[in-house]
């Protein structure tokens, strides 16, 4: 850089990993559990309500499809099985136990001990989000597993098997084929029935409607209409024993229709959805109606929700409010009720009334459902953990080469190229992302704000991802692959928007910002580039678009923050966050729920697709060379509250240029901030002067001496500024003293 009123010195510092978290964060949605179950036990739970402000939120759009089936006809299906042979298995050996309130029986008796021969199973999922491979490490059971359980139990007597939605959509290998594959995986263990859930609309209505032709069981709904026609068939009878009276299974569907806000607007044109419990109801008379004109007695209804009980949720919408109102209506007086409910990720069962179970599974297959009843009484209702599944029971091998074929295919298409050739390497290091603002959590969170312009009911202000849920580097001058973008964001997270207020934004960037700091070996600070201390590595470091965070880490962890602008996405303009006022975050379904410890995230919200999908079609578009700085500390930005004040007393322009700042020292820390387990890092001065602090406890100490070998022989050391940004103002004329290692330094390195 020239000379002229300024003498540019800038600190090349870097950052690499230290010692890993004892819990890796991941980016996965948090499951909020209402009731925890042991292996082999089963349980009963009640019900507590909490009680929101409900809202309505239905679309309607003039645009034509033809549908698939009347608004009144109710299926009659004879199902035989459809399953592989059985697999061998060990018995079973389930323990019950009994709990008492007023709302529950207060005995629940072991299937296994009971002396009548009409026992009758039924196996359910929910929301597996396309988890059909075994995956130990996060306790899915895996559709191979699964086709075991099923087959073991129907070798043992009369089974039902049924889903309640959010099933072709979740992780890349089922995204990769728009729900078909987990189709054909679902067809080999042969589900009975399932209902839509509002993830089912996410590769749009003319793929949903292909997914319902090519599995070989009925997908039901009885609330979804278009163009007000039902989409699909309200119910279906399974019948197990067409010879025998009496035992057949009414099977009804609803969906929630939070859908209408849960997934884009342009996958369900011309879609409605009415309300549950009504349309429930309708079904109910119009079953017993014709059962009555047929001279039959259905004595057990199973009703597949995809409801879910969030507190968020509409109360008159969740399925605990829809298996209290089927308590008491008369018409199911004396009947069987099941509800076996989705969409809140919750492991949850109850009981209402006398004749009124409600049961949710959690998510991703972490359980299997199973109630256990006979011709008199529920006999026990819980689930089926991922452990007692790897115990008890063996997997299906047709099912299990079903999958291992789609995991070859699903192999080949992520090597399909996305972009020729990235100009830029998007640093996914964890002591980049977990610590500060990276030029790949730019790229990720530019993606979410740009698909919040046009997704959502109302345009996004602001998009944060956390740094946990970013997990790989893309490299500079190699093309970038379907397999790279999944391995940036291998979690299946999808894409939502948070209605927040300011508050809820300046709570979420003090709990962002507010780790220890990081010390050598001696228990001193360990600096960034603009002499402030770093803070130690954390998942839950936000990496920002829309928003511009001013923070000093010498200030305790509550008083960083020294000034929070947000973008107003109409005019383009950056404006003082005010905390009374509303905002809309776009975000993943992980922090949206609270996760990594964002509790004051939550509340009403619309969803999208997988993130691994926006921000593929945004590297398509992107101009990928205006992020050539790794570390452009120009969203979160680490300065010190000295500098801060000099910042503002610039005149504000769209692209400020600083005056020349008078060298300063960093800040000593304030006292009261204390640290645990320092970090051990060593001070590394290369023979071209530049200085940078290594973790001596991590692996990629032997890549970071790399880089410094490459260093000494000529090649410079990427820089964490450049014109634009303001890393580089800030930077400006400041003489850096740390550890008694002083020098200037001129000019810039490029990336």
């Known amino acids: 850089m020239k000379k002229k009123t300024i003498v540019a010195t800038t600190l090349s510092t870097l950052l690499v990993s230290t010692a890993i978290l ?47 089936a009347s608004s009144t006809s109710v ?88 889903d309640s939605g959010d099933s072709f959509q979740g992780l890349p290998i089922s995204n990769s084929s728009k729900g078909e594959d987990m189709a054909t995986v679902m067809n080999a263990i042969g589900f009975d029935a399932m209902t839509v859930g509002n993830h089912e609309f996410d590769f749009g209505l003319d793929q949903l409607r ?45 969906t929630t229709p939070e859908t209408a806000t849960k997934t884009h607007p342009r996958n369900i044109p011309g879609v409605s959805f009415t309300d549950p419990i009504t349309e429930v109801k309708a079904v109910v008379d119009q079953v017993e109606s014709n059962a009555r004109a047929e001279g039959k007695d259905y004595k057990t209804y199973i009703v597949l929700a995809h409801l879910g009980i969030d507190t968020t949720t509409p109360v008159e919408w969740r399925g605990s409010t829809l298996a209290e109102a089927l308590s008491n209506y008369a018409p199911l007086k004396g009947k069987r009720v099941l509800v076996l409910d989705g969409h809140s990720h919750t492991l949850h069962t109850a009981t209402y ?102 997704a959502f ?62 010390v050598d070996e001696n228990g001193k600070n360990v600096f960034d580039e603009n002499g402030q201390p770093l803070l130690e590595p954390s998942g839950g470091f936000l990496q920002v678009a829309g928003a ?51 509790t004051m995230l939550g509340g009403p919200r619309e969803e999208g697709p997988s993130m691994d999908s926006i921000f593929a079609d945004y590297l398509v578009t992107a101009n990928l060379s205006k992020y050539d700085v790794i570390n452009p500390n120009s969203r979160t930005i680490s ?11 610039i005149d504000e322009a769209e692209q400020p240029t600083l005056n020349t700042l008078s060298p300063v020292t960093p800040s000593d820390v304030v006292k009261e901030l204390t640290t645990t387990k320092p970090v051990v890092s ?12 290594v973790s001596t406890t991590n692996e990629a100490l032997k890549e970071t001496e790399k880089v410094t070998e490459a260093s000494a022989q000529g090649k410079v050391l990427p820089t964490t500024g450049d014109k634009s940004s303001h890393a580089g103002l800030l930077g400006l004329g400041m003489l850096l003293t740390i550890f008694g290692l002083s020098g200037k330094h001129r000019g810039k390195a490029k990336n």
């Open 22 to 68: 004892a819990n890796a964060v991941k980016a996965d949605e948090v499951e909020t559990s209402a009731a925890v179950t042991a292996p082999s036990t089963e349980i009963v739970a009640t019900e507590a309500t909490t009680d929101v402000i409900s809202t309505v939120a239905t679309t309607a759009s003039n645009e034509s499809t033809t549908p698939v």
């Open 682 to 693: 060593k001070v590394v001065t290369t023979p071209n002067g530049k200085i940078f602090f």
């Open 457 to 518: 009911t109302h345009k996004s202000n602001l998009a944060v991802t956390n740094g946990g849920g970013l997990r790989e580097t893309i490299a500079k001058d190699k093309p970038i692959t379907k397999g790279d973008i999944i391995a940036v964001l291998p979690f299946g997270n999808s894409v939502a928007q948070i209605q927040v207020t300011g508050q809820n934004i300046y709570d979420m960037f003090v709990k962002s910002l507010g780790s220890i700091l990081q």
């Open 210 to 254: 292909r997914l319902s032709k090519q599995i070989n069981f009925p997908i039901i709904t009885s609330n979804v209409y278009v163009n007000r026609v039902r989409l699909f068939q309200p119910s279906t009878i399974v019948d197990k024993t067409p010879g025998v009276d009496g035992d057949e299974v009414v099977v009804i569907g609803v």
């Open 75 to 162: 299926i009659t299906i004879s199902t035989a099985e459809t399953s592989v042979a059985p697999v061998t298995t060990v018995n079973e050996t389930a323990t019950a136990t009994a709990a008492t309130s007023p709302a529950t029986p207060a005995v629940v008796t072991n299937a296994s001990t009971s002396t009548n021969n009409d026992t009758v199973t039924v196996l359910h999922t929910n929301d597996v989000h396309g988890r059909m491979v075994e995956d130990d490490r996060n306790g899915v059971i895996g559709d191979a597993l699964l086709s075991g359980i099923v087959n073991d139990y129907r070798s043992k007597g009369t089974t039902f098997v049924f």
């Open 353 to 454: 009334g006398d004749n009124v179970t409600y049961n949710q599974t959690g998510s991703y297959l972490n359980n299997v459902g199973r109630v256990i009843y006979n011709s008199d009484r529920v006999l026990s209702q819980g689930v089926i953990t991922h452990d007692e599944a790897k115990k008890n029971y063996q997997v299906n091998p047709t099912v299990k080469a079903m999958l291992d074929e789609i995991q070859a295919k699903y192999k080949a298409e992520s090597s399909k190229v996305v972009i020729d050739n990235s100009p830029v390497k998007l640093s996914g290091d964890r002591m980049d992302v977990r610590v500060r603002e990276t030029n790949l959590g730019n790229v990720v969170a530019d993606a979410l704000l740009d698909y919040g312009q046009s």
């Open 639 to 649: 300065i010190s509250s000295a500098n801060y004040a000099a910042l503002t007393k």
């Open 548 to 598: 511009r965070v001013y923070y000093d880490t010498t200030l305790p962890t509550e008083k960083r923050i020294l000034s929070i602008n947000i973008l107003d996405p109409e005019t383009g303009v950056y404006k003082p966050l005010n905390t009374t006022e509303t905002y809309y975050l776009v975000t993943n379904d992980f922090l949206a729920a609270g996760g990594d410890g964002f």
